[in-house]
Nanobody
Framework: QVQLVESGGGLVQPGGSLRLSCAAS????????MGWYRQAPGKERELVAG???????NYADSVKGRFTISRDNAKNMVYLQMNSLKPEDTAVYYC????????WGQGTQVTVSS
């Protein structure tokens, strides 16, 4: 069983930055992908970014050039650096870990508003 705990959400003005962190614990196989989804009110959950254990990344078109995903394999951590935030980035952000099965964190709220 895997547990994921996110942190780093909050309220930020448009153009500002936030850094999300996610700590994974439990039974984690060496081959895995970690990343972030988000869900805004009234919308479906969408992939924001993912990163493999080897460091290969993928991003949603809407965040390319503004968000950067990274991970620390030794600590089983994944991070999401979010810059140039826009009001449309407002959502609950969920960390995920795919390692034979898909696990989710509880989510952290990100609100971009003046």
């Amino acid at each position: 069983q895997v547990q994921l705990v996110e942190s780093g959400g909050g309220l930020v003005q448009p153009g500002g930055s936030l850094r999300l962190s996610c700590a994974a614990s439990g039974t984690i196989f060496s081959v895995n992908t970690m990343g972030w989804y988000r869900q805004a009110p009234g919308k479906e959950r969408e992939l924001v970014a993912g990163i493999s254990r080897s460091g290969s990344t993928n991003y949603a078109d809407s965040v390319k050039g503004r968000f950067t995903i990274s991970r620390d394999n030794a600590k089983n951590m994944v991070y999401l650096q979010m810059n140039s935030l826009k009001p449309e980035d407002t959502a609950v952000y969920y960390c995920y870990l795919l390692t034979g099965r898909l696990s989710w964190g509880q989510g952290t709220q990100v609100t971009v508003s003046s």
